[in-house]
C-alpha cells in the first residue's frame, strides 16, 4: 500500500503561482498574433507575409492546446488535492467512531470480566 503525504496548502500555493502565470498566457497570444500580423505586415514579400500566417496559423492550435491543457491540470489537481483532505476527514471521523463503538475488553475477555486468564 503506498503512503501520500500531500500537503494541502503547499499544492494550493504552486495552484496559486500557476495560475497566476496562465492567466497571463491570453494577453501573450494577443501579442502573439499581433506581432505575427505585424510581421506579414512588414514584410516585402506577399509570399513571405502568406508563410508566417500559415506558419502562425498551424502552430495557434498547439500552443492553445497547451494553454487548454495546462488550465485543465491545475483544475484537475486542486480537485484531487480537495479528494485528498476529503478523504482524510473521512478517515479521522471513520476512526474515531470505531473507537468509540469498540466494545469494552474486559467484556469479552475468556474467562469473564475481572478474572485472569493462567491462574
Not at 75 to 91: C, I, P, S
Request: glycine content about 10%; aromatic content about 6%; hydrophobic content about 45%.
Amino acid at each position: 500500500m503506498s503512503a501520500w503525504d500531500i500537503s494541502p496548502n503547499g499544492v494550493r500555493g504552486v495552484l496559486t503561482r500557476t495560475q497566476g502565470v496562465a492567466m497571463e498566457f491570453d494577453g501573450h497570444m494577443n501579442n502573439l498574433n499581433a506581432a505575427v500580423q505585424g510581421a506579414g505586415a512588414q514584410c516585402s514579400s506577399g509570399i513571405v507575409g502568406e508563410a508566417i500566417a500559415g506558419f502562425f496559423e498551424s502552430a495557434k492550435s498547439n500552443i492553445e492546446f497547451v494553454f487548454t491543457r495546462t488550465n485543465a491540470c491545475l483544475n484537475a489537481a486542486a480537485q484531487a488535492t480537495n479528494a485528498y483532505v476529503d478523504g482524510d476527514l473521512e478517515m479521522a471521523g471513520n476512526a474515531q467512531a470505531s473507537a468509540t463503538a469498540a466494545p469494552n475488553p474486559a467484556a469479552v475477555m475468556p474467562r469473564g470480566p475481572g478474572r485472569a486468564m493462567a491462574e
